[in-house]
C-alpha cells in the first residue's frame, strides 16, 4: 500500500505541474517561469496541441486518472488486486511511450526544451517504476496466498 500512497504522491505532483502548463496554454498565466528552457517555445508551438485538446490538459487528466487509481488503491478492498495494479501499470507505462514521443518531439521537431516538460516526463518515468513494482509486490502476494 505504501507504493500507491507514494504513486498517489508522486501522480499529485504531476497534475500540479500539467495544471501550471495548461494554465499558461489557456493564457490564464501571463508568463511560464523557466528559467534556461524554452518553455514558451515548446507551448506555442503546433505540437502543443493534441486532437484540438492542449497537451498540458491531457496531462492534467492523466495525472488525475493515475492520482484516482492509485488513491482508490490503498484502500483495503482493492489493496490486492491484480485488475488495480495492472491498470496503474498500463496506465503509467502509456504515459512514459507518450512522454517519450513528447521528449522527442522537443529535441528534434521544435529544437527546444521545456524544463517543465522534463519534469513532467521524469514523473511519468517515476510512477511507472512505482507502478511495476507495485504490480510485481502484488503478484508475489496473490502467489503466496494461493499457496
Do not use: H
Not at 63 to 77: D, L, M, S
Not at 83 to 100: D, E, K, R
Amino acid at each position: 500500500m505504501t507504493r500507491r500512497m507514494l504513486t498517489a504522491l508522486v501522480a499529485l505532483v504531476g497534475l500540479f505541474v500539467a495544471a501550471y502548463l495548461a494554465l499558461y496554454k489557456l493564457g490564464v498565466i501571463g508568463t511560464l517561469s523557466c528559467g534556461a528552457g524554452s518553455c514558451e517555445t515548446v507551448q506555442l508551438s503546433s505540437w502543443a496541441t493534441f486532437l484540438g485538446i492542449p497537451v498540458a490538459l491531457w496531462g492534467v487528466g492523466y495525472y488525475a486518472v493515475v492520482f484516482g487509481v492509485a488513491f482508490a488503491g490503498v484502500q483495503e478492498r482493492w489493496s490486492a488486486s491484480r485488475g488495480l495494479a495492472l491498470s496503474l501499470l498500463a496506465l503509467t507505462g502509456w504515459g512514459v511511450i507518450y512522454s517519450a514521443w513528447l521528449t522527442y518531439l522537443e529535441l528534434f521537431v521544435i529544437n527546444a526544451i521545456c524544463r517543465w516538460c522534463v519534469v513532467s516526463a521524469v514523473i511519468a518515468a517515476v510512477l511507472f517504476a512505482l507502478a511495476l513494482s507495485d504490480w510485481i509486490g502484488v503478484r508475489r502476494l496473490r502467489s503466496t496466498l494461493d499457496v
